[in-house]
T-cell receptor, first 112, second 116 residues
C-alpha cells in the first residue's frame, strides 16, 4: 500500500502567493523527503527532514514534520511561474530496507 | 546537476522486441534504483541494487530484469516488450546513509518507452 499521500492532488495559484502541500504517511520513518518534477523530466531533491526534526528551511521552502500525526507539509513562499511542477513526498520507513516510497504527488500551477 | 544519465530518452518499438534501457552514474554511488511512472502518477520501485552483483526486486512486480556488473552501470532489460510496458522508467542513485537510512536520491531524466 502507498506510504505517502499528498494533498491536494492539484493546486493552482497566482504568482506571489504561497503554496502549501501536505503529505500523510502510515508507518514510522527514518526521514521524509520532498522532490520536484517538471513535466516529462526526472525528479530533483528539494529537502530531507529526519524523524527527530520538526522544521527545516531552504530558501523559499519550509518543511514541517509531525511524527505524532504522521504528516508533513511543504510551503513555497512568494511563488513564481517557474515553480510550476509536480511535488512528491517520499518516506524512508524504519526497517524498510533503505528505499524510498513515493506518494502520488501534488501538481502545482503558478499563473503569471 | 546530477551526474546520472539515461539513454534513450524516448523509444518507440513494436511488440515482441527486446529492449535495454541504459543508466550510468559517475558519482560512485553504491545504491541504484529503477522506478516506473505512468503520466501524472506516483513512482513505483521495480528494481534496486546495493552494489556490484547485488540486485533485488522492488515493490511493483515487473517482467524486466536488471544487472549490476559495474558500480556505475545499472541497465534494465525487457526480453519481449508489450503495450502494457508503455511507461516512463526513471533511474536513480544514492549513497549509503550515515546512520543506515536512505539519503538523497539523484535521478536521471528518464526513458519514455512506448510499445505499439
Amino acid at each position: 500500500s502507498q506510504q505517502g499521500e499528498e494533498d491536494p492532488q492539484a493546486l493552482s495559484i497566482q504568482e506571489g502567493e504561497n503554496a502549501t502541500m501536505n503529505c500523510s504517511y502510515k508507518t514510522s520513518i527514518n526521514n521524509l523527503q520532498w522532490y520536484r518534477q517538471n513535466s516529462g523530466r526526472g525528479l530533483v531533491h528539494l529537502i530531507l527532514i529526519r524523524s527527530n526534526e520538526r522544521e527545516k528551511h531552504s530558501g523559499r521552502l519550509r518543511v514541517t514534520l509531525d511524527t505524532s500525526k504522521k504528516s508533513s507539509s511543504l510551503l513555497i513562499t512568494a511563488s513564481r511561474a517557474a515553480d510550476t511542477a509536480s511535488y512528491f513526498c517520499a518516506t524512508d520507513a524504519q526497517g524498510g530496507s533503505e528505499k524510498l516510497v513515493f506518494g502520488k504527488g501534488t501538481k502545482l500551477t503558478v499563473n503569471p | 546537476e546530477a551526474d546520472i544519465y539515461q539513454t534513450p530518452r524516448y523509444l518507440v518499438i513494436g511488440t515482441g522486441k527486446k529492449i535495454t534501457l541504459e543508466c550510468s552514474q559517475t558519482m560512485g554511488h553504491d545504491k541504484m534504483y529503477w522506478y516506473q511512472q505512468d503520466p501524472g502518477m506516483e513512482l513505483h520501485l521495480i528494481h534496486y541494487s546495493y552494489g556490484v552483483n547485488s540486485t533485488e526486486k522492488g515493490d511493483l512486480s515487473s517482467e524486466s530484469t536488471v544487472s549490476r556488473i559495474r558500480t556505475e552501470h545499472f541497465p534494465l532489460t525487457l526480453e519481449s516488450a508489450r503495450p502494457s510496458h508503455t511507461s516512463q522508467y526513471l533511474c536513480a542513485s544514492s549513497e549509503f546513509g550515515r546512520t543506515g537510512d536512505t539519503g538523497e536520491l539523484f535521478f536521471g531524466e528518464g526513458s519514455r518507452l512506448t510499445v505499439l
